[in-house]
């Protein structure tokens, strides 16, 4: 597939974009220094590690190992082919592709897959047009007017209308020479087993559609017009429809949450249409499940800080209690947004309107800590002894877990002076619990170093603390990756010998054959012209080293010696091995002959 670009063309969208504006769509970054930090997309942190050069145009992630250059961010970040990757970044930096682009998701979809997702485009625009031009579906369209829904949002969500019929889906389809196995599979028509004939799944309901993060529509939500039992019915998961990995509006929304820096995590997508009637444009919401570990990596790649908007009912406190501990481990800054008892967002602002919405729940929305104290006093007659000392260790828990010390203050205050309780005994008791907790704390961080390759306290790879050589080699590699007359130098002093690390002696030999090839020096494109992942990430690390601008030829001659004496030191080491089974064997003539060469070994270091 990269093939169909040509080379010199790549190189030109290469110099058309910075990596920091590609990155920065994704990740909020901090200048420091010459480079940019920010916290990792492609792995849970909560002190940033990922870093980004605008110098050498390249990122790399000090605890994931995760690196490389524009092209390999947006292919990693969003499972783009090379091609996809190219596309898109040709557009952003105005260099014009001659080749034909279909979108990115489109074409890595098999056939099938199209052919689903087409059908869910055709019936979301045909719905569209029943509920807002014919008289099928006028009695749906005062419906939703009365509810409070106007034309703007209807067509800004593309809400539409199912005929009250059996099979004018299926009819639909089919004389469009969509195959009916494939459309029952999709979820749009439903195969009966008396006689395996097919009828249409929505009927006489007001449709809302759901879209992929591309934007394609890949199922539905209907919703009875009256009294009908389901009140919603849903798409079934299909091959193109995960419920778990879906955010409704995130398409829309993505540009809002990016600006403002923070998302309204709502439990529905009626919740999240009347927000945004009320000028919420930074809300999403889970399709009907749990948020998962799926929804928080799509929002990890967005934001920070997060709004939980849920219902005022005790399963909506469950939820917004669920979903808080996860954001709140994943690291997320996270409010909560309260309501009257029995109402969702849709019925408050309907009851209240927007500007009262906005101001007095969003904007006024509890900080997590808060919301946990009031969620702790569910079920509890705090007039009874036992309760009252139950919810004091309970919030004293949670206190427990914080990491401001100001914060921990201020709420064992609270809970002092409502209780008339000693301060002095609540911060006893604290210590004692903050003592659990990093002791449960560290035991889990210490697990998941053994279980997996990510730092959940990532130590800049540059500042370990490595043998004379290893680093002699790397800062090697850095001064040649900018210069080739230090490549070819560096080759000549070495010689016959290679560099101690086999995957430096690899990039050292990708190097040579980059400016043998007539490629002058550019981090970014050396590190596409390695084809190998590891070393490429390697390499990338490397690369943003702080090292001088300029090398000395003593610099270079004692880095060379460096890598040459670690050699004579495994070579010294070998020898001491020979010697002393030489000794072993009694044959002290040929001991002795090794031993001076040990020392001649030893006065050449």
Partial sequence: MADLIASEKIDEIRRSVDIVDVVGEYVQLTKKGRNYFGLCPFHGE?????????????YNCFGCHAAGDAFSFLMDIEGYSFQEAAVELAEKGNVKLDIEAPAAAAKSMSPDFQQMVEAHQLLSKFYHHLLVNTK???????????RGFTRESIDKFQIGYSLNSWDFVYKFLTKRKFPEGLMERAGLIIKREKDGSYFDRFRDRIMFPINDRNGNTIAFSGRALGDDDPKYLNSPETPIFNKSKILYNFQSARAHMKKMQRAVLFEGFADVI?????????????????LTDEHIALLKKQVQSITICYDSDNAGKEA?????TMLSDAGFQIRVAMMPDGLDPDDYIQANGAEKFRNEVIDGSLTLMAFKILYLRRGKRLQDEGDRLLYIEEVLKEIAKLDKAVEKDLYIRQLAEEFSVSLDALKEQLAGMEKKHSSSKAQKEHAGRSNTPVMLNPVPASSKIRPAFHTAER???????KDADIAFKVQNLLGENTFNIDEHQAIFTYLLGYF??????????FIHFINDDKLRKICAEIALVTINDEVSEQELSDYIKQVLNYQKMLKIKE?????KEAERQKDYVKAALISMEIIQLQKSL
């Fill in 320 to 324: 917004a209690f669920r979903a808080s």
């Fill in 575 to 579: 020898k001491k091995a020979e010697a």
């Fill in 274 to 290: 009347a927000a945004d009637r009320a000028g919420v444009e930074n809300g999403v919401a889970t399709m009907g499940t749990s």
């Fill in 136 to 146: 099928d579906g006028q009695h749906a369209l005062e419906y939703l007017l009365n």
């Fill in 46 to 58: 909560n002190t940033p590690s990922f870093s980004v050069s605008t110098d050498k145009q390249i």
């Fill in 475 to 481: 800062n090697l590699i850095s001064h040649m990756m």
């Fill in 516 to 525: 043998e090839s007539g490629h002058s020096p550019d981090t970014s494109a």
